[in-house]
């Protein structure tokens, strides 16, 4: 099971770190991917890391704004957004792969989302 946290309420130009943290599973096996879907739009890929963490492969609406990582010895991922906009705003998800891929057929496992909302 994975659990997204760290969403909440932020200025334009602000940062959040969005976490994903693993019950019952490993992830250090897996890719991790982060999504986001914003209201009334399709779900879209933002980010993914691979397992060791040594490759990395954003969405080109992040713009060099954001960074993906991970701690397996924590079985956690995160996503660092800096520079953040109000079309940021999104429930932001994230998921496990057995590849770095952006495609979302791929990512078996899905966390339950967590709310980013950026204020102009």
């Known amino acids: 099971q994975l659990q997204a946290s760290g969403g909440g309420l932020v200025q334009a130009g602000g940062s959040l770190r969005l976490s994903c943290a693993a019950s019952g599973r490993t992830i250090s096996i897996y890719t991790m991917g982060w999504f986001r879907q914003a209201p009334g739009k399709e779900r879209e890929f933002v980010a993914a890391?691979?397992?060791?963490?040594?490759?990395?492969y954003y969405g080109d609406v992040i713009e060099g704004r954001f960074t993906a990582s991970r701690d397996n010895s924590k079985n956690t991922a995160y996503l660092q957004m800096n520079s953040l906009k109000p079309e940021d705003t999104a429930v932001y998800y994230c998921?496990?792969?057995?590849?770095?891929?952006?495609?979302?057929?791929?990512?078996?496992?899905w966390g339950q989302g967590t709310l980013v909302t950026v204020s102009s």
């Open positions: 998921a496990a792969s057995w590849k770095l891929t952006r495609s979302q057929s791929a990512y078996a496992y």
């Open positions: 890391i691979d397992s060791s963490g040594r490759s990395t």
